[in-house]
Antibody, heavy 122, light 108 residues
Framework: EVQLVESGGGVVRPGGSLRLSCAASGFTFDDYGMSWVRQAPGKGLEWVSGINWNGGSTGYADSVKGRFTISRDNAKNSLYLQMNSLRAEDTALYHC???????????????WGQGTMVTVSS | EIVLTQSPGTLSLSPGERATLSCRASQSVSSSYLAWYQQKPGQAPRLLIYGASSRATGIPDRFSGSGSGTDFTLTISRLEPEDFAVYYCQQYGSSPATFGPGTKVDIK
């Protein structure tokens, strides 16, 4: 079964750090680009960051640029998001998502994890 | 960045009825790189449509997408009980990828 399982969320004070992980299974991980997409409580979806299949290319939303770092370890079938200088507005459910490899769907997300909750509060 | 607007915010319909959801972009979406997702409470989003009109794997044919440029539509021909959910559009033709605020389809 194709599956993405996130972990590492929790409660952190403003200015603090967290590292999220996403464990992939059921597919050849290094065939795919991956992304993090977040959803604030009761709100819509926001793309946060993406990485290509070998980690050689990354991208970030302006809202997190310079504070968050995406990475991957293909040997461990894992995706990561290092989050520093956290702010209250970073409070959200963070989903890891697989980038589609269908030519017309490159940039859409065809598999999603259930998410891990990050709460930034003093 | 491209801003997506979805309407209506909420659509109240009965099972068996037709649902028409709109997604409008602030500028033209490159190559019709527009996707639709369904999200139910407590669940992750599910990809329904990509390339504005192509159904993703396993998606029933009662779901269809259309449109180009700045105006896109998701149609559910006959609502099944499991279709009541929130639907998001996403453009992925320009960086950063952006999502619309969602349309909630609830039971009338």
């Amino acid at each position: 079964e194709v599956q993405l399982v996130e972990s590492g969320g929790g409660v952190v004070r403003p200015g603090g750090s967290l590292r999220l992980s996403c464990a992939a299974s059921g597919f050849t991980f290094d065939d795919y680009g991956m992304s993090w997409v977040r959803q604030a409580p009761g709100k819509g979806l926001e793309w946060v960051s993406g990485i290509n299949w070998n980690g050689g290319s990354t991208g970030y939303a302006d809202s997190v640029k310079g504070r968050f770092t995406i990475s991957r370890d293909n040997a461990k079938n894992s995706l990561y998001l290092q989050m520093n200088s956290l702010r209250a507005e970073d409070t959200a459910l963070y989903h890891c998502a697989r980038d589609s490899v269908v030519p017309a769907a490159r940039g859409a997300f065809d598999i999603w994890g259930q998410g891990t909750m990050v709460t930034v509060s003093s | 960045e491209i801003v997506l607007t979805q309407s209506p915010g909420t659509l109240s319909l009965s099972p068996g009825e037709r649902a028409t959801l709109s997604c409008r972009a602030s500028q033209s979406v490159s190559s019709s790189y527009l996707a639709w997702y369904q999200q139910k409470p407590g669940q992750a989003p599910r990809l329904l449509i990509y390339g504005a009109s192509s159904r993703a794997t396993g998606i029933p044919d009662r779901f269809s997408g259309s449109g180009s440029g700045t105006d896109f539509t998701l149609t559910i021909s006959r609502l099944e009980p499991e279709d009541f959910a929130v639907y998001y559009c996403q453009q992925y033709g320009s960086s950063p990828a952006t999502f619309g605020p969602g349309t909630k389809v609830d039971i009338k």
